[in-house]
């Protein structure tokens, strides 16, 4: 495109399960005529340039799209999985960076129009309604999980946080809009706290006040998935936009080398796919519990023991900082080690996931339910047995067990026996067949959103339309 109509800054928290979702937002963009700056904080980007060079996650030639980088304090020894010191440093330190950052593009051509801010980012928010300058919020998890974090206001009020204690979590919420079966329990695991000064507590009020002023905020969803929670999100927030699963999108064009930029800070495992294609169809359980998530040495075990018990071959993505106490290697039973040496099992520590779920071979997902993983799993018709821990995780496991219907749970206090059951039901009882015939149902309705006429494919261009283009621009 010759010209770009409008210029979008992109801001999202430091962690590739949110900096995903926005890059692949920002290349529908970029195909739909917008210049685009990327604006990553230091803790990301250091991590990104020591793994993969700075070439690859800053280009030099894109025509239209710019990375900067603004500085966030934060020492490279935090650790990701440390999700209150990290929002707490962002929530310190950003603001003035990124006020500065925004002064810079004042004189770029086209002028900046619009921020589109991870909506954990509250400074750009705020940054770009003093300067002047619409915002739109980006809710990178699921409509639940933000029906859940727009909850911690009323269970404050109704004096069930803080926690008196661990009995509580199973109070019932039939009040919650479009989620009336929701437990304490199930609500974003950030709530569950005995602390009334609670660092994440404190960051999520701040956040879903934030959104309200929004121009508009954009969900990381479908419809036609979680139809009951975004119409109940409506009487509250901004207007709505559903425009995943983002991932499965097609950007139209948008050029190669923004396609080719990279946001993994690990280096993806060539030999899993080539490992798959030996193995019989539906046959493999796949077991990945995402880029931030960490288990105890005990926990690893467990898991370990269900799958070398299971029966089926089975791939696990363990990512070398899994282990909170970063010692898994010597807990791993000798029965794993046995079966990955025979070749039942393939341990490898990251993954291309879309293409590993859509391989034929691949029959089960054995999941953390972090929302990008579940979206991937729904792209790919993929029943699913889930082990949340963390954040809205909880809250979207309920979702899949009781809304969905494509998955089921496995306790939280893991035992391998559990485990190794579970997943053979799951792979050839009848538990599985209802499972699997509800995720089929969601791989077409998935692939049905993001057609050219699709809710999601219409959402992103009633969002380019009725926000991101100035007024002069809109037809």
């Known amino acids: 495109m010759a010209s770009r109509q409008y210029h979008v800054v992109m801001v999202p928290y430091p962690a590739q399960s ?7 937002l920002a290349r529908l963009l970029h195909a739909r005529g917008a210049h685009v700056t990327f604006v990553h904080t230091q803790f990301n980007y250091r991590r990104l340039v020591d793994a993969k060079g700075e070439a690859a996650v800053r280009p030099s030639s894109s025509t239209g799209f710019c990375v900067e980088v603004i500085d966030d304090g934060l020492s490279l020894s935090v650790q990701q999985h440390d999700v209150a010191a990290v929002v707490d440093a962002l929530r310190r330190n950003c603001q003035g960076p990124f006020r500065a950052l925004l002064r810079k593009l004042s004189s770029a051509m086209p002028p900046v129009t619009t ?14 309604r003093e300067a ?3 915002d739109v919020g980006f809710f990178t998890a699921s409509a639940c999980g933000l029906m859940g974090y727009f909850q911690f206001g009323e269970l404050i009020k109704r004096g069930l946080v803080p926690l008196q204690d661990a009995s509580c979590l199973a109070t019932p919420l039939h009040w919650v809009p479009g989620m009336n079966h929701m437990r304490l329990k199930d609500m974003p695991s950030f709530c569950h706290t005995t602390d009334p000064d609670d660092t994440m507590v404190a960051a999520t009020l701040e956040q879903m006040n934030t959104a309200l002023g929004a121009k508009a905020i954009v969900l990381n969803t479908f419809y036609e998935l979680e139809k009951d929670v975004v119409d109940g999100l409506a009487a509250f927030f901004p207007p709505l936009y559903t425009v995943g699963p983002l991932a499965e999108v097609d950007s139209g064009g948008s050029d190669s080398l923004l396609g080719a930029i990279d946001i993994s800070i690990w280096q993806e495992d060539a030999q899993c796919l080539a490992w798959l294609d030996d193995k019989k169809a539906s046959s493999v359980v796949y077991v990945n519990f995402g880029s931030i998530h960490v288990m105890t040495a005990a926990q690893l075990r467990e898991f370990a023991l269900g799958l070398a018990s299971c029966g089926f071959p089975f791939l696990w993505i363990k990512r070398p900082d899994v282990v909170v106490d970063g010692e898994e290697d010597a807990v791993l039973p000798e029965e794993f080690l046995a079966a990955v040496a025979r070749g039942a099992g393939l341990v490898v520590p990251w993954c291309a996931q879309p293409a590993v779920l859509k391989h034929p071979a691949v029959g089960l997902f054995v ?6 993983s579940l979206l991937e799993a729904a792209a790919a018709g993929m029943p699913l047995l889930c082990w949340p821990l963390f954040a809205e995780q909880t809250t979207n496991c309920r979702q899949v067990c009781e809304c969905w219907g494509n998955g089921a749970e496995i306790p939280k206090e893991v035992e391998h026996g559990a485990v190794s059951a579970l997943v053979r039901e799951m792979m050839e009882g009848e538990l599985g067949r209802e499972k699997r015939a509800k995720a089929a149902e969601w791989k077409a309705a998935a692939q049905t959103a993001i057609v050219e006429g699709g809710s999601s494919c219409r959402s992103v261009d009633r969002l380019v339309e009725d926000i991101l283009l100035i007024p002069s621009q809109r037809k």
């Open 18 to 24: 949110h900096v995903a979702p926005l890059m692949q």
């Open 115 to 128: 921020v589109v801010a991870d909506t954990v980012m509250t400074f750009a928010a705020t940054e770009a």
């Open 132 to 134: 002047g300058i619409p």
């Open 367 to 372: 999941t953390h339910c972090g929302w990008n």
